[in-house]
């Protein structure tokens, strides 16, 4: 179904300006990858604005130095957790898990229209949810208000961003939990905890295994994660020195209950083995 509009403008100079944007934005779309740099670098500049206003111009030279520097030497860890057979989820009166789809997606939209990273995040959805690459879920409140949001695809070939590899799964018909959002507006009320516990418990029920990572970094996301029953199980290492992934990723004692990695550096892929997952 196509949507038309139409722009009226008594301003010459106004009509030229938004006819300019529209040919370039016509021209973006025909290339996909043209048009997702374009979006890369609107959501930067917005990134850029948000910080200066909040923090000002000295506190925005700091982040972006300490942005530089980690882009050029950095090392990364990302913990992985499973969730156990028996799990249960958390306490979730008054809210409901939905399967996402185009109109919840629109509400949402309109719902969260001041908050740019929400809309930042609901345009990626979208573009997701019509490639197919995923299902995405909403905790949504007893009025149909959408408070979370979170996505679920295939372990095997899941690429992850944080260590700049695919990962293979290391148990049949494995699913990952991942691209995780709470907008602004309803955060620090545990809706994260409660999404990902009732979505994992849902996926649980059909599936042999269901994971869910954070970065070491991300301490607000580990301890998340940590009111639920998902239990930690190993994690994987980066180094990176001026772009380039230095050094062997590593693992925990085999004599835990901690599972092993294997690295394929030709390939970048780390091979999970599940020989110690009970």
């Known amino acids: 179904r ?7 403008s008594a301003s010459v100079s106004r009509h030229l300006q938004t006819e300019i944007r529209n040919r370039a934005a016509a021209a973006a779309q025909a290339s996909p990858r043209v048009e997702s740099v374009i979006r890369s670098v609107i959501a930067q500049a917005g990134r850029l604005r948000k910080h200066l206003r909040e923090s000002g111009l000295w506190n925005l030279s700091i982040w972006m130095v300490q942005r530089t520097w980690s882009s050029l030497f950095a090392f990364d860890r990302v913990l992985f957790f499973e969730w156990p057979a028996g799990g249960q989820s958390s306490e979730r009166s008054g809210h409901s898990l939905h399967e996402l789809n185009s109109d919840l997606i629109g509400a949402a939209g309109i719902l969260y229209a001041d908050d740019l990273a929400a809309l930042t995040y609901l345009m990626r959805s979208a573009q997701r949810l019509e490639s197919g690459k995923g299902r995405g879920f909403a905790l949504c409140a007893d009025d149909g208000t959408p408070v979370h949001f979170c996505w679920v695809t295939d372990f095997e070939g899941f690429e992850m961003a944080e260590l700049d590899r695919a990962l293979h799964s290391p148990s049949k018909d494995a699913l990952m939990i991942f691209d995780c959002f709470t907008p602004s507006s309803c955060r620090g009320r545990e809706f994260f905890a409660k999404a990902i516990s009732a979505l994992a418990d849902h996926l649980h029920s059909r599936v042999k295994a269901v994971w869910i990572f954070g970065a070491a ?11 639920t029953a998902f239990t930690y199980k190993f994690f994987l290492n980066r180094k990176r020195i001026l772009y380039l992934n230095l050094g062997k990723d590593y693992a925990p004692p085999s004599s835990s209950q901690e599972t092993p990695a294997l690295v394929s550096a030709s390939k970048k892929t780390f091979f999970l083995k599940n020989n110690n997952i009970p």
Do not use: F, P, V, W
Not at 217 to 227: D, F, H, V, Y
């Open 217 to 227: 970094t991300n301490q607000a996301s580990l301890r998340g994660i940590e009111k």
């Open 2 to 8: 196509q949507t038309l509009y139409c722009e009226m």
